[in-house]
Nanobody, 127 residues
Framework: VQLQASGGGSVQAGGSLKLSCVCS????????VAWFRQLPGKEGRRFVA?????????YYGEPVRGRFAISRNDASNTVYLQMNTLSPEDTAVYYC????????????????????WGQGTQVTVSS
């Protein structure tokens, strides 16, 4: 399974970007998906957002709540992350993540729950 992320770039504070992540598996609807990010100079990937694969409830990390929106389109095997009102503190490499098993899993909040990672896409926000 491959995840291909895109949409990163450079933007000024207050701007918006939309990240996309396409999954190579056509059974994408069976996957739980999420976004994580790694801040510059910081170890580890931090939770950004996930979406319940059964009822589509979205959950967000506190730093992005109210500004970011996760969504998915199973017909195109894609998960999105709409990022609004960006600030320099959002500068990071963003990673999409997915896992399929166990079937009762509905969301991903930690990296230990991830089976597959995208390659990462850089987002740089200037002040």
């Amino acid at each position: 399974v491959q995840l291909q992320a895109s949409g990163g770039g450079s933007v000024q504070a207050g701007g918006s970007l939309k990240l996309s992540c396409v999954c190579s598996d056509r059974t994408f609807s069976d996957y739980v998906v999420a976004w994580f990010r790694q801040l510059p100079g910081k170890e580890g990937r931090r939770f950004v957002a996930t979406i319940d694969r059964y009822d589509s409830t979205a959950y967000y990390g506190e730093p992005v709540r109210g500004r970011f929106a996760i969504s998915r389109n199973d017909a195109s095997n894609t998960v999105y992350l709409q990022m609004n009102t960006l600030s320099p503190e959002d500068t990071a490499v963003y990673y999409c993540a997915a896992t399929k098993e166990p079937s009762h899993l509905r969301t991903i909040f930690t990296i230990t729950g991830v089976d597959y990672w995208g390659q990462g896409t850089q987002v740089t926000v200037s002040s």
